[in-house]
């Protein structure tokens, strides 16, 4: 089978720069700066494969759609890859342009013809990872949840945040034969246990549902306050938090952007490692950009409706009971009370 590169024409190029309904990495859309950038690294990656460097021919392809995702780049890269004998990722690409671009696109044939005649010769990992934010193959990152790889054992891996901020992950190895279609569902896992219920000091009196038969006895009163109205929203502590992570997450963003670009003048035309880790600082930024910006709505959205800023007055002097306790576990000093 002959392949060839799809033309850049000027219509082609328009298209790999300026995809408007297209979005960056983590729901990001594409700045003019993004879109020219775009453009500039198709041209590169064009005339690289004119010159028969393939391996840089994708990188800039790949570089492009990941500043101005499009299916164009998408089909170009996956052409060079295959020319350079990258085959899990010629793959890869192939299919992830099969399903990304229109059912009228240009290459679409093209496209299913090349895979159609290296897919055979690889595995297929269909990886079903909702609850995750990144997915590793091979402890290679990966953006795809249809990934190709050489037949044998391979280890898939995913990470995230779970609920109440605690990190997540899960992992599954699959052996498996040329030709093998593999679905692989990773369920989610706290990697750090919630922590134990403080147990009730000896003399302390004990909530209702902290010791069964003393719901007889427990004080369910309210905190005490200066003006004896219970509380109705949250603490203003919450505001100042978020404002806090939010400016932490703004300022790691504009550090880690200034990385990337540092990182990409010092590494032109990056291909191999060199453009994982391109694609990691850049994923890595846009990451903390969209966190900042999701805690400034969220904190904006508790300052204005959730947060009692009425009711904030003096705390009530802090209590504080302790005693030894004695169980399966051995005999330790415990402390409880309110602040």
């Known amino acids: 089978m002959r392949i060839s590169i799809a033309r850049a024409g000027p219509a082609i190029v328009a298209a790999a720069a300026l995809a408007l309904s297209s979005s960056r990495a983590l729901g990001a859309p594409p700045t003019d700066d993004d879109r020219r950038a775009a453009a500039g690294l198709f041209n590169e990656g064009t005339k690289a494969f004119a010159a028969g460097a393939y391996r840089v021919a994708a990188g800039d392809f790949e570089s492009a759609y990941a500043r101005a995702p499009h299916h164009a780049p998408l089909f170009n890269a996956a052409r060079s890859w295959h020319r350079a004998g990258e085959l899990p990722r010629a793959a890869t690409l192939y299919a992830r342009y099969l399903a990304m671009a229109p059912a009228d696109a240009r290459d679409r044939a093209a496209a299913s013809a090349g895979l159609a005649e290296i897919g055979p010769r690889l595995v297929r990992f269909e990886i079903d990872a909702p609850a995750f934010a990144s997915v590793r193959v091979d402890d290679q990152p990966s953006d795809a949840r249809v990934v190709y790889a050489l037949p044998g054992t391979h280890t898939i891996a995913a990470s995230g945040v779970g609920p109440g901020g605690r990190a997540r992950s899960a992992e599954a190895t699959r052996t498996a034969a040329a030709g093998d279609v593999v679905a692989v569902a990773l369920e989610p896992r706290d990697d750090a246990a919630p922590p134990a219920p403080l147990p009730a000091a000896p003399g302390a009196v004990a909530a209702p549902s902290a010791v069964a038969g003393d719901s007889a006895h427990a004080n369910t009163a309210p905190p005490e306050r200066g003006d004896d109205a219970p509380r109705r929203g949250w603490s203003p502590v919450v505001v100042w938090v978020g404002a806090g992570l939010t400016v932490m997450s703004l300022a790691g963003g504009v550090l880690s952007e200034l990385d990337y670009a540092s990182y990409k003048r010092n590494h032109p035309g990056a291909t191999g490692d060199t453009l ?39 705390p009530p002097p802090a209590r504080v009971r302790g005693g030894v306790v004695a169980d399966e576990r051995g005999a330790r000093l415990v402390l409880a009370g309110s602040f």
């Open 276 to 314: 994982q880790q391109e694609t990691m600082r850049l994923r890595r930024s846009s990451f903390l950009f969209v966190t900042a910006t999701a805690l400034a709505i969220g904190t904006t959205v508790a300052a204005i409706w959730l947060v009692d800023w009425k009711g904030e007055a003096a």
